[in-house]
């Protein structure tokens, strides 16, 4: 039988470059691609009496979105401070520089993600969602499930959140950048189909018809990213995936994903994620 989850034994100790605050129920680490949802799940977080919220000059590589029960905490973007409270949900795209204000003890609900596509850098920050009849059941549903006794506790909790995320990115209070044009959306297909092929900037070149020098620069210009480093993220989420769900040695993991030998994975798994392979799948095996 699981225990029930103490939420006086932790301390919230902020996420910065992490997305791991120390009291929510953690999932994915960074450096991993998106699939087919269009992000990434990091953390989800319920905290009934969340205080001394104050964490200034925030700024991080993830996405959040946060929801508080009871008015008392806000976060500050400039001289401009918005207030956090009921029928108020909030998301914050990455790479935003904000302050996290608060000392009253506040009931929080909080994600803390990834997405495939960057947001439109001219929208007014924090993005403010209103409060749908749908968002209202989910932020009602995610207290009791964050309670929750039993095994499977920790596999609805990842439900839920992937559910309440997949409707909250769909919201159009949420402006995107546009698509990728079609070259870079066909090498973008080509490698998460792929992921263990031979990629390589000239053969990516060729199947974006452009130039080395042209796809390199269209690539970061709309993947916020070197295509080096997005075929990485797309090894080691595959990684992730096969070290989860099947029972392969982390040399045959290697082999799959086109790495030379198990310490290349090993390296580019620990510069991307911050674990090792090996210390992944003890954590994923023990949640």
Same mark, same amino acid.
């Given at each position: 039988m699981s225990k029930v989850p103490c939420f006086g034994a932790r301390r919230n100790v902020g996420a910065y470059e992490r997305p791991f605050?120390?009291?929510?129920?953690?999932?994915? $680490? @960074? !450096?991993?691609?998106?699939?087919?949802? !269009?992000?990434?799940?990091?953390?989800?977080?319920?905290?009934?009496?969340d205080r001394y919220w104050n964490f200034p000059n925030v700024y991080s590589p993830f996405w959040r979105a946060m929801y508080d029960y009871k008015a008392g905490h806000a976060v500050r973007f400039g001289g401009r401070v918005t207030p956090l409270g009921p029928g108020r949900l909030f998301v914050i795209p990455n790479h935003q520089r904000f302050d996290?204000?608060?000392?009253?003890?506040?009931?929080? &609900?909080?994600?803390?993600?990834?997405? #495939?596509?960057?947001?439109?850098?001219?929208?007014?920050?924090?993005?403010?969602?209103?409060?749908?009849?749908? @968002?209202?059941?989910?932020?009602?549903?995610?207290?009791?499930?964050?309670?929750?006794?039993?095994?499977?506790?920790? #596999?609805? *909790?990842?439900? &839920?959140?992937?559910?309440?995320?997949?409707? @909250?990115?769909?919201?159009?209070? *949420?402006?995107?950048? $546009?698509? #990728?044009?079609?070259? *870079?959306?066909?090498?973008? #297909?080509?490698? +998460?189909?792929?992921? !263990?092929?031979?990629?390589? +900037?000239?053969?990516?070149?060729?199947?974006?018809c452009m130039s080395e020098d042209g796809f390199i620069r269209a690539f970061r210009k709309w993947m916020n990213r070197t295509p080096a480093r997005y075929v990485a993220e797309v090894r080691i989420r595959e990684a992730c995936r096969m070290m989860t769900e099947t029972d392969r040695s982390i040399d045959a993991v290697a082999d799959a994903l086109g790495f030379p030998d198990r310490f290349c994975l090993s390296r580019v798994f620990k510069r991307l994620t911050g674990f090792s392979p090996a210390r992944y799948r003890r954590s994923r095996r023990r949640g």
């Amino acid at each position: 039988m699981s225990k029930v989850p103490c939420f006086g034994a932790r301390r919230n100790v902020g996420a910065y470059e992490r997305p791991f605050s120390g009291v929510g129920e953690e999932f994915e $680490p @960074l !450096g991993i691609a998106p699939g087919a949802t !269009g992000f990434v799940l990091h953390e989800a977080g319920y905290w009934p009496n969340d205080r001394y919220w104050n964490f200034p000059n925030v700024y991080s590589p993830f996405w959040r979105a946060m929801y508080d029960y009871k008015a008392g905490h806000a976060v500050r973007f400039g001289g401009r401070v918005t207030p956090l409270g009921p029928g108020r949900l909030f998301v914050i795209p990455n790479h935003q520089r904000f302050d996290c204000l608060g000392d009253p003890p506040v009931p929080s &609900l909080w994600f803390a993600f990834s997405c #495939a596509r960057s947001a439109d850098p001219r929208q007014p920050m924090p993005i403010r969602v209103p409060l749908t009849p749908v @968002l209202r059941a989910f932020v009602d549903e995610f207290p009791h499930v964050f309670r929750a006794r039993g095994p499977d506790r920790r #596999a609805r *909790i990842r439900r &839920l959140s992937e559910s309440f995320l997949l409707y @909250l990115l769909g919201r159009p209070e *949420i402006r995107w950048q $546009p698509p #990728a044009p079609g070259p *870079i959306a066909r090498v973008v #297909a080509a490698v +998460n189909e792929r992921p !263990g092929e031979g990629w390589r +900037n000239p053969g990516l070149a060729r199947l974006a018809c452009m130039s080395e020098d042209g796809f390199i620069r269209a690539f970061r210009k709309w993947m916020n990213r070197t295509p080096a480093r997005y075929v990485a993220e797309v090894r080691i989420r595959e990684a992730c995936r096969m070290m989860t769900e099947t029972d392969r040695s982390i040399d045959a993991v290697a082999d799959a994903l086109g790495f030379p030998d198990r310490f290349c994975l090993s390296r580019v798994f620990k510069r991307l994620t911050g674990f090792s392979p090996a210390r992944y799948r003890r954590s994923r095996r023990r949640g």
